[in-house]
């Protein structure tokens, strides 16, 4: 996609028929940013798990020209120090030819939009592995904060 052609992008939330697209931009990100292959049976199972509990989570995706060029989960937490949930961004994945076009930014100012009009919703978080620099910067420019945390996990294998 040429970056000085018009594109008219539209955010939506996800519908269970998406599923594919959503599962497999999950196995293209793990595989570019952390080098891992993902065990396509089990991304599978994990992204329909999210249409099927929507206390998990729920999907967005970007489209342009009917086609979805992008995907992010929202997940919740609680935090009683707010007495109201904060929303986490993950899984977030733009197709390499829509980047640097602003189909983040307004999947970004899509969450930013409901959480704001939602007093049961405090803010937005999101995590993503250190050495993501390119990613890092466009956090920043969107008035993240990446100073305040930093994210600790175990994991089982």
């Known amino acids: 996609m040429e970056k000085n052609k018009k594109m008219e992008i539209t955010v939506r ?32 199972a994990g992204v329909v798990a999210v249409f099927s509990n929507p206390n998990l989570g729920r999907y967005f995706v970007a489209e342009c ?16 120090w707010r007495n109201s949930q904060v929303w986490w961004l993950q899984s977030v994945y733009v197709i ?6 602003g189909v ?12 704001e009009h939602n007093n049961q919703i405090s803010g937005i978080r999101l995590y993503m592995i250190h050495h ?17 945390y930093r994210l600790f996990e175990w994991m089982k294998d």
């Open 13 to 44: 939330p996800a519908q269970p028929s998406d599923w594919e697209t959503i599962a497999g931009f999950q196995i293209a990100m793990a595989t570019e940013t952390e080098n891992v292959k993902l065990e396509e049976a089990m991304i599978n």
């Open 65 to 80: 020209n009917n086609r979805i060029i992008a995907s992010q989960m929202v997940t919740y937490e609680w935090s009683d």
């Open 96 to 101: 390499p030819e829509f980047r640097r076009q």
């Open 104 to 115: 983040f930014r307004k999947m970004y100012n899509h969450v930013k939009s409901l959480v």
């Open 132 to 148: 993501n620099h390119t990613a890092s910067k466009v956090y920043e420019n969107m008035g993240m904060d990446g100073n305040r």
